[in-house]
T-cell receptor
């Protein structure tokens, strides 16, 4: 079945440091890929997505490129801020057996940015 | 625009007690979902409702029941709570539910402890 593997955290960075959170996936079809972010005490919200190979999703300075050859969707940001402290989830979405949108989440990576 | 609203935010139960988690969305979405979030395991799908009047099991349905009361509301019931059901529960919705590139909209979660 489908699965998502992302790097374990927590990740602690100083403000303005470069961020990479690795994500690889296994899927039988041609999934869409997502990064969701969860701020403390809140639900998940979509950060960015890519729907086909070589697509780049971007939002709020974050980027991720859908790499089919390496089955990866790594999240990057050039200069993190304290306000980026959150838990980041990589996810893939495909069509489930019942025709519904089946979303598989990674375990989440906690990012802490210190001033 | 409230989005997805869950109640309650916190709940403590004793083993064997029952309770219902409520979820409502005001975006006229067709599909709604219940997930649980456990440390080191990401989010796992409990039940989903592809459209009003339909419900189906997800990855971890045992010990739960759901009701899609109308297009807006999707409730999750624990008939006899067990300590293994201690978790954070998220309700989510999506506009169509059958398109892999759709984003999910999440509520802010219910933290449930079963003693």
């Amino acid at each position: 079945g489908d699965s998502v593997t992302q790097m374990e955290g927590p990740v602690t960075l100083s403000e303005e440091a470069f961020l990479t959170i690795n994500c690889t996936y296994t899927a039988t079809g041609y999934p869409s890929l997502f990064w969701y972010v969860q701020y403390p005490g809140e639900g998940l919200q979509l950060l960015l997505k890519a729907t086909k190979a070589d697509d780049k999703g971007s939002n709020k300075g974050f980027e991720a490129t859908y790499r089919k050859e390496t089955t990866s969707f790594h999240l990057e940001k050039g200069s993190v801020q304290v306000s980026d402290s959150a838990v980041y989830f990589c996810a893939l979405s495909d069509r489930g057996s019942g025709g519904y949108q089946k979303v598989t989440f990674g375990t989440g990576t906690k990012l802490q940015v210190i001033p | 625009n409230a989005g997805v609203t869950q109640t309650p935010k916190f709940q403590v139960l004793k083993t064997g007690q029952s309770m219902t988690l409520q979820c409502a969305q005001d975006m006229n979405h067709n599909s709604m979902y219940w997930y649980r979030q456990d440390p080191g395991m990401g989010l796992r799908l409990i039940y989903y409702s592809a459209s009003e009047g339909t419900t189906d099991k997800g990855e971890v349905p045992n010990g739960y029941n759901v009701s899609r009361l109308n297009k807006r509301e999707f409730s999750l019931r624990l008939e006899s709570a067990a300590p293994s059901q201690t978790s954070v529960y998220f309700c989510a919705s999506s506009e169509f539910g059958d398109r892999p590139n759709e984003k999910l909209f999440f509520g802010s979660g219910t933290q449930l402890s079963v003693l």
